[in-house]
């Protein structure tokens, strides 16, 4: 990755040239009279002047235009990472290193020393938190961009920030800013969620998806395969949206995943051979997650049970796509299949000092999913009768737009290395999860009583309070 200062560079002179480009063939016009080469230069040179001076104040302006790594976000400054601080000029340092490696630190014997990518997220800043609360040390990272309310990302770095988790405010792609974390702390191992999430969404924005989920990933394991000694195992979100058009069901790890329905599936299984590449050459120990529609308090306010939730509340109308169904899986058991990645990994073989490997390492593939296929019309009156609010519906046939009709994850290699088994139904989850989504935006909504009791109690994060509500109609589509 070329530094801030070449990056701008090259921005500038792109857009230098474009100006000089447009200038000279005005300039080539017969009506240019020989007199008036004088003032063009002096415009030429004004024009760069100005351009100069642009590119100096506005480089986000002009990074959003040129550069792919930083196309899904709105830039930011990436040496102004320490959130909690945010004076501090640059990273790297000592003050920097010292508050990395405090949050780096297990603080339990044999502990794990996790760096979380994506920690703002919703699987990431439930993730670090139980690894937190076992003892192990976690340093997250997330770019905090705004494919969705990104105050809700800042309310989960509060919390985590509270447990004694650096989040810091930072980008995959900056190859500099990993080398620095890896310099600074011997991670054991990378939990990488960071992603551009959402399977439609894929169709607006198409760059941004390999913006995060390509270039982004080859940019982590870069940094673990070459600035990492000892190498760190890596486990990685993947998604149940590679199975794409395959129609045995359930879906297992064996079946083809070559036939993806949208560009953000075909970004996971790009991210899928990738991890091969790096597991055959360097020796990364590496595991991919095949996430099937994680949801639950703290969850994203993109996807379909948390944005019905506020359109019932809020009286407006939902969009039904015929026959949907899906094998809705509830967040802690998700969390509880990473922790369980990750304590099985096994270890990287690669050197970064000498580049070799001293032999084959672990490279997996896991369904994490609930096994039990909904409704998406049973999932809509879940919320209706825990919000005593009918919906206004609209259905209509799933249009193409990169949606699959169903999904339903076969779990048992997961089952059988790690003990992965699911126990949350639907019902217990979305009753969590309302409860969540009614405290956090201070509704004045009584939740419906269980028929019969649900066995499990709320996620750690779930039960948090937040002071000041966000309004509903602020979080992103
Ligand atoms: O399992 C996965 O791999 C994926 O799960 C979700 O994707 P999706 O299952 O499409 O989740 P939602 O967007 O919440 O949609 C859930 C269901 O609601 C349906 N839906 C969605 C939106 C809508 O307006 N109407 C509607 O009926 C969809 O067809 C789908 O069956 C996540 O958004 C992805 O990031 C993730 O990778």
Redesign the pocket.
Known sequence: MPSDAAAKGVKLERYASGSALLLRRVASGKFVSASSHLLFRATVLATLALVFLFALHYPSLLSRSFSLASSSVPSRSHRSLLASSSAAPTYGGERWQKEIRRSAKPRRDGGLSVLVTGAGGFVGAHCSLALKARGDGVVGLDNFNSYYDPALKRGRQALLADRGVVVLDADINDALLLERLFEAVPFTHVLHLAAQ????YAMEAPQTYVASNVAGLVSVFEAAAKHADPQPAIVWAS???VYGLNTDAPFSEDHRTDRPASL?AAT?KAGEAIAHAYNHIYGLSITGL?????YGPWG?P????F?FARSIVAGEP????AD???DFTYIDDVVKGCVGALDTAGRSTGSARSGKKSGPAPLRVYNLGNTSPVA?TRMVAILEKLLGKKANKRVIA?PSNG?VPF?HANVSHAAHDFGYRPTTSLDAGLRHFVDWFVHYYNLDIKIAKPATSTSKKPAAASTKKKGSATSSSAASS
């Open positions: 999430a959402g399977v439609r998604s149940s949206s953000y996971k095949r996430f099937f529609t994680v994203r993109d996807m379909a049970y944005s939902i969009t039904l796509y949907a169904r899906r998406v799933m949606d999904t």
